[in-house]
């Protein structure tokens, strides 16, 4: 997070919202929300659930400074074609998404 209530917070995002360009950050902007109880149909229980944020206010954090970071693409010299750190130059490497 680079702006807002939960400035210099770090988590890993768990999914995005790309028709209204938001993100769900794990562990960030956490809110109450009540939901009744399986067992018993009166009771409620209250739970913290993971609202979305807008992707503005999210960015990479740098693998060597450990701070958040801007990126540009650059090209390997085998022509792959990764995301590269502006502050240390350092390659960004992608999750992976076998298992999506």
């Given amino acids: 997070m680079i702006t807002g ?3 210099k917070s770090q988590g890993k995002v768990v999914k995005v919202l790309r028709k209204r360009n938001q993100v769900l950050v794990e562990g960030v902007n956490m809110k109450f929300k009540q939901v009744r109880d399986e ?3 009166t009771r409620v229980k209250t739970v913290q659930q993971e609202h979305p944020i807008h992707i503005s ?3 990479l954090i740098d ?3 450990d701070i958040p970071t801007r990126i540009k693409y650059g ?3 085998d022509g792959t074609k990764v995301r590269v ?4 130059g350092s390659i960004i490497p ?5 298992n999506l």
């Fill in 5 to 7: 209530r939960y400035k």
């Fill in 39 to 41: 067992e018993m149909v």
């Fill in 57 to 59: 206010n999210v960015a």
């Fill in 63 to 65: 693998p060597e400074l």
């Fill in 75 to 77: 090209y390997l010299e």
């Fill in 85 to 88: 750190s502006k502050k240390s």
């Fill in 94 to 98: 992608k999750p992976d998404r076998s």
